[in-house]
């Protein structure tokens, strides 16, 4: 069975940073999948942050782009969402998502990240 387990979530001050990461197990194909960061604000929709299959095929939400960075390990099945700039917007609980066709679609438990002074 495919898991993927977050951590890295906290509490930090504006201007400050993160490192999210998100580690899968169960599965020989991460490489076949892509892999999504999403965010879940009090109140708000999921909204997707940012997406990578492979390092040419990377697409970030408009609120982050050029702030955060993801990235992919393949040798440790991991991937990274390095937050940086951080504004009290950004406070939400961040889920890692990873998908491949036709309908393999597993998400983490979500990490807390907190942006406050």
């Known amino acids: 069975q495919v898991q993927l387990v977050e951590s890295g979530g906290g509490l930090v001050q504006p201007g400050g940073s993160l490192k999210l990461s998100c580690t899968v197990s169960?599965?020989?194909?991460?490489?076949?999948?892509?892999m999504d960061w999403y965010r879940q604000a009090p109140g708000s929709q999921r909204e997707l942050v940012a997406s990578i299959l492979a390092a040419t095929i990377i697409k970030y939400s408009d609120s982050v782009r050029g702030r955060f960075t993801i990235s992919k390990d393949m040798s440790k099945k991991t991937v990274f969402l390095q937050m940086n700039n951080l504004k009290p917007e950004d406070t939400a609980t961040y889920y890692c998502n990873a998908h491949r066709p036709p309908d393999y679609n597993y998400w983490g438990q979500g990490t807390q990240v907190t942006v406050s002074s």
């Open positions: 169960g599965t020989n194909a991460f490489s076949l999948y892509t």
